[in-house]
T-cell receptor, first 109, second 118 residues
């Protein structure tokens, strides 16, 4: 079993839709959870990070962690064509960042 | 520089040749990471440096892969006797400190070195 599992999609939604991206993880060791966004032929950039269970909001983005079920989610409200990218969930424990496979998202006008 | 710098940005090499990929981290960042991303795949961890030492090199796929870091700054990833399955994007990242990720320890990625072995 991979440490972080993520549905690769692809996911295609109309502009303005609410997008839900999800990951599960298997290791309960001390860790932070992160979401990265990667545009084509670019390096990943950090969107959000969180440690505790619950929700964390930043503009149109909400990261959610449920440690009891080992489930992490990213919600994008009012999605825009510029949100089209690959979204990678990750967990970090003592310096090592482990990524999910990434979900390819396309937001069409 | 302002960000993590990697070179070359693109490299095409013949099977069996050796390649060197360079990473220049953000100034002052003590932690440096190498990842590999194959087409349609997530990021695969290769090696992590804290200063010049590598406490975790568990991700190096074979003994053809090696990495070093000198002066606590620039790192070089070397692939010997390249194979076609080595074709991938090799991403370097750095952070202020590698013992844990927290609000002041964001991990920043470079644009990657795109390696094609023909």
């Amino acid at each position: 079993q991979k440490e972080v599992e993520q549905d690769p999609g692809p996911l295609s939604v109309p502009e303005g839709a609410i997008v839900s991206l999800n990951c599960t993880y298997s290791n309960s060791a001390f860790q932070y959870f992160m979401w990265y966004r990667q545009y084509s032929r670019k390096g990943p950039e950090l969107l959000m990070y969180t440690y505790s269970s619950g929700n964390k909001e930043d503009g149109r983005f909400t990261a959610q962690v449920d440690k009891s079920s080992k489930y992490i989610s990213l919600f994008i409200r009012d999605s825009q064509p510029s949100d089209s990218a690959t979204y990678l969930c990750a967990r970090t424990s003592y310096g090592k960042l482990t990524f999910g496979q990434g979900t390819i998202l396309t937001v069409h006008p | 520089g302002a960000g993590v710098s990697q070179s070359p940005s693109n490299k095409v090499t013949e099977k069996g040749k050796d390649v060197e990929l360079r990473c220049d981290p953000i100034s002052g960042h003590t932690a440096l990471y190498w990842y590999r991303q194959s087409l349609g795949q997530g990021l695969e961890f290769l090696i992590y440096f804290q200063g010049n030492s590598a406490p975790d090199k568990s991700g190096l796929p074979s003994d053809r892969f090696s990495a070093e870091r000198t002066g606590g700054s620039v790192s070089t990833l070397t692939i010997q006797r390249t194979q076609q399955e080595d074709s991938a994007v090799y991403l370097c990242a750095s952070s202020l400190a590698g013992d844990r990720a927290h609000s002041g320890n964001t991990i920043y990625f470079g644009e990657g070195s795109w390696l094609t072995v023909v």
